[in-house]
């Protein structure tokens, strides 16, 4: 009995310095500081001032124009169920909408009976309106008004190949109209076209090592063209320079699945979302995590501080030119501003 109990302590100690051991090294990796919880922002309350009686439905894409004006993509009421069949029928909803970022009032909506399950969202330097359906495995360029102007992939045909996708998440563009996807939920690895989407190449493949992915959630560019990826699954940020060579991740064992990204040009700072669950299917809540440009310390708020509202799983995430900050909450099917105080980080 003796034995037994010494070998089970000795077990018990091995087991106890791994996890100590992995936690250190995880914290070694990440190199980051954390700053603790930022107040300098508020949330804006009554807003946006949609008409009365309507219900937005899951919200999942943000973005901005040149006029500071926010499109939103919706699903109109339509939701994906885990462990559910997705609907294939279209939506039969306004699924795009243009809201003032100052009045919050509607501007115009378009996008009913086109979409089947809504995901990502992305406005270009023209004013063109980029998104991505997750059932219908395409990835579509829209004008500004709301006209088609192109179409990747092929509708409802999943694949693995320069013209096929599986559940592509987000779209980013660079200033000379090529374009990158993150692709996504059924593939795990990044593609880019030409401007007229022609494939040129692609990285990325299913693990947790540098440069694979575990969810591809959303894509952003820096104003060098670097792409930033929100590898969900993995609670971590990953950036590699234009042609996909890796350069830096960004992770803390504090994060939640990382959701989305913007890479805030004014400010030069990284802004992400997160959403941390339970059980694998309780939300606890979603924060915004800032990072300084070298991603060698971060702050946040939301879940990890107080804003007086509600819980949230936060999708997408926006900045405007005056800092100020646009959450989708995919929950409470609503948009959230977090309009900015005053200066104090950097």
């Given at each position: ?142 004008s ?26 987000g ?50 560019l ?19 320079d ?13 994060f ?26 309780r ?34 995430v ?29």
């Amino acid at each position: 009995m003796l034995r037994n109990g010494t070998m089970h302590k000795r077990f018990f100690f091995c087991i106890l310095l791994y996890v100590l051991t992995a936690c250190h090294q995880q914290q070694a990796t990440t190199g980051m500081k954390d700053l603790g919880i930022l107040n300098n922002y508020v949330l804006v309350k009554d807003w946006p001032q949609l008409s009365p009686g309507y219900a937005m439905g899951p919200a999942v894409g943000i973005g901005l124009d040149s006029s500071q004006h926010i499109f939103i993509f919706s699903r109109a009421g339509r939701e994906w169920k885990e462990l559910m069949p997705v609907p294939s029928t279209f939506i039969r909803g306004k699924t795009i909408l243009e809201i003032d970022s100052r009045t919050g009032q509607l501007i115009n909506s378009w996008g009913d009976k086109f979409f089947v399950m809504p995901h990502g969202l992305t406005v270009d330097l023209q004013d063109n309106i980029w998104v991505t359906d997750v059932e219908l495995q395409q990835v579509f360029k829209f004008s500004h008004e709301g006209k088609l102007l192109m179409s990747v992939g092929e509708a409802g045909v999943s694949g693995n190949d320069a013209t096929h996708f599986n559940r592509p998440t987000g779209v980013a563009v660079a200033a000379d109209g090529s374009f990158y996807v993150s692709d996504g939920y059924g593939n795990s690895r990044i593609v880019k076209f030409s401007p007229a989407g022609k494939f040129l190449f692609e990285w990325g493949r299913k693990g947790t090592d540098e440069g694979a992915f575990d969810i591809p959630h959303a894509i952003d560019l820096d104003d060098k063209g670097n792409v930033y990826v929100a590898d969900r699954e993995n609670h971590r940020i990953e950036i590699f320079d234009s042609s996909g060579k890796f350069i830096q991740q960004l992770e803390d064992k504090s994060f939640g699945h990382l959701c989305s990204i913007v890479f805030d040009k004014k400010e030069r700072r990284i802004i992400a979302i997160d959403d941390m669950i339970s059980l694998g299917v309780r939300h606890k809540g979603s924060d915004i995590i800032l990072f300084d440009s070298a991603g060698s310390s971060f702050s946040r708020f939301g879940r990890s501080g107080h804003y007086n509202g509600p819980v949230c799983w936060y999708h997408d995430v926006a900045v405007d030119k005056e800092g100020n900050i646009y959450v989708v909450d995919l929950l409470g099917g609503k948009i959230q501003k977090f309009e900015k105080r005053n200066d104090l980080y950097r």
